[in-house]
């Protein structure tokens, strides 16, 4: 057993991994809708992207990774296509029509989207804790969004292109997990990213048009996009996923709709009522539920007579 995990079987550096995951996708919410108010959604994602391909290139040369062999590149494209290129832009464009706690609910159909594919096509299984944990915290992310709506604003549009890029999110994932038994995280990650920036190049003209014009926050909120919650945080992810399965990862995400709750509460001074804290706390509780094991039986066996 790896020495990070302790006497219960869990690896606590993948946990980590995932938790600074989820706290940075959490504050990706807040800042796409900062920066949505002056870029498109093609430009934003673009942006975005070419800020973490950047940093990402810079890390690989310094650290002189090679390419990853040819044997990842199916899970690369796959996850580069739809997690950062097609996932990055319709959310963007969804939170044109929503707010970021409806946004994080509907994109968290994602995980159930990923253990339904894994369970099936990389035969992962469906164990019994991990969909019940699924499904209390799929109910605390219903609330969460429920209490965030502002009393049904939500435009039909914004809502279905958040469940595209739940299904585009859920499909990356399953196509990433491949990927990692042939190459180490950064290289998926890193290559991902440049096959996602590649996929939103059309945009290159609206982000020129739009960067002058724009105000310096949502230029930096478009920066950080790119530094944190892609470039470190798909990293932490992709570290964590290759130490577990897909299923476990895509079920931790539902803890992101109450950190939107808590950052936007901190950032734009939006106070969360009881309904809004009773759906973060169920989110939490589902996450606790679908990482826990099983315990192994260990009576003696029954002497034969």
């Given at each position: ?12 550096r ?51 990774v ?118 180490d995280?950064i ?6 990213c440049?096959v ?85 706390a ?24």
């Open positions: 057993m790896d020495q990070s995990a302790g006497a219960s079987g869990i690896d606590h993948a946990l980590l991994a995932a938790s600074v995951t989820v706290a940075l996708w959490a504050s990706a919410f807040v800042s796409i809708r900062v920066s949505a108010e002056h870029y498109g959604p093609g430009a934003l994602a673009l942006g975005r992207l070419l800020t973490a391909s950047v940093a990402l290139g810079v890390v690989l040369l310094v650290k002189r090679p390419p990853p062999p040819r044997q990842a590149w199916p899970g690369i494209l796959g996850s580069g296509v739809l997690w950062f290129g097609l996932y990055m832009v319709t959310l963007n464009w969804g939170e044109q029509g929503v707010d970021a706690g409806t946004a994080a609910m509907v994109v968290n159909i994602g995980p159930l989207v990923i253990a339904l594919l894994s369970g099936w096509l990389l035969k992962e299984g469906f164990p019994p804790m991990l969909l019940a944990g699924m499904g209390v915290s799929f109910a605390g992310a219903v609330i969460v969004g429920m209490s965030n709506s502002k009393g049904g604003s939500s435009s039909l549009t914004g809502v279905l292109l958040c469940v595209v890029a739940a299904l585009a999110y859920g499909a990356g994932v399953v196509s990433q997990k491949p990927a990692l038994r042939y190459a995280p290289q998926v990650t890193t290559y991902g440049f996602g920036t590649a996929c939103t190049l059309p945009f290159a003209g609206q982000l020129l048009t739009q960067l002058p014009g724009a105000p310096l926050p949502a230029t930096l909120n478009m920066v950080y996009l790119g530094l944190f919650p892609t470039a470190l945080a798909f990293t932490t992810w992709t570290y964590a996923l290759s130490r577990t399965t897909a299923g476990r990862m895509g079920a931790t995400t539902y803890a992101v709709p109450a950190l939107v709750i808590l950052i936007a509460w901190s950032a734009l001074d939006e106070v969360p009522g009881w309904l809004t804290l009773l759906g973060g169920t989110c939490l509780t589902g996450v606790a539920l679908s990482r826990r094991r099983p315990r192994q039986r260990t009576g003696k066996v029954p002497a034969t007579r």
